[in-house]
């Protein structure tokens, strides 16, 4: 939850290969307060059956960056079938060794204090795309 004096963070995850949401994708969270500020680890979760993480940490007071680092490896090489339907849709190459042609995803953003920052990950095998969303 934000307050005046901090951002808060939520993010969900959609695998756009199959149209569902991405479980058990583990999301880690770090701040840092100034563009030329080191960054602190905060913590992570991991996606539950809706793709969502619900208990981010909260971040501290001062940040003005937020990093988002989404593991996606271990999703698509636990489940072949988001992969196999991909190639069939897209004709696509098969993912080789690694289980995706990304095996994780970092988003940075800006944030002011007093606002609520969600972030969707639109994820597929071959790609992402991901949106300040509401």
């Known amino acids: 939850m934000s307050t005046a004096t901090t951002a808060s963070v939520s993010t969900h995850i959609l695998d756009t290969s199959i149209g569902r949401p991405a ?31 619900k208990d981010l940490p909260a971040l501290p007071e001062g940040t003005t960056h937020v990093r988002l680092d989404f593991e996606v490896e271990s999703y698509f090489t636990r489940s072949t079938k988001p992969v196999k339907q991909a190639e069939a849709q897209q004709d696509a190459p098969r993912v080789r060794d690694s289980g995706a042609f990304f095996p994780e995803v970092a988003i940075t953003f800006a944030v002011t204090p007093g606002e609520h920052y969600h972030v969707p ?13 509401s």
């Open 121 to 133: 990950l639109l994820l597929n095998p071959f790609g992402y795309s991901v949106y300040r969303g």
């Open 23 to 53: 479980e058990g994708v583990a999301v880690s969270l770090a701040a840092r307060s100034g563009s030329g500020a080191e960054w602190t680890a905060l913590g992570g979760s991991a996606t539950d059956a809706d793709g969502r993480c």
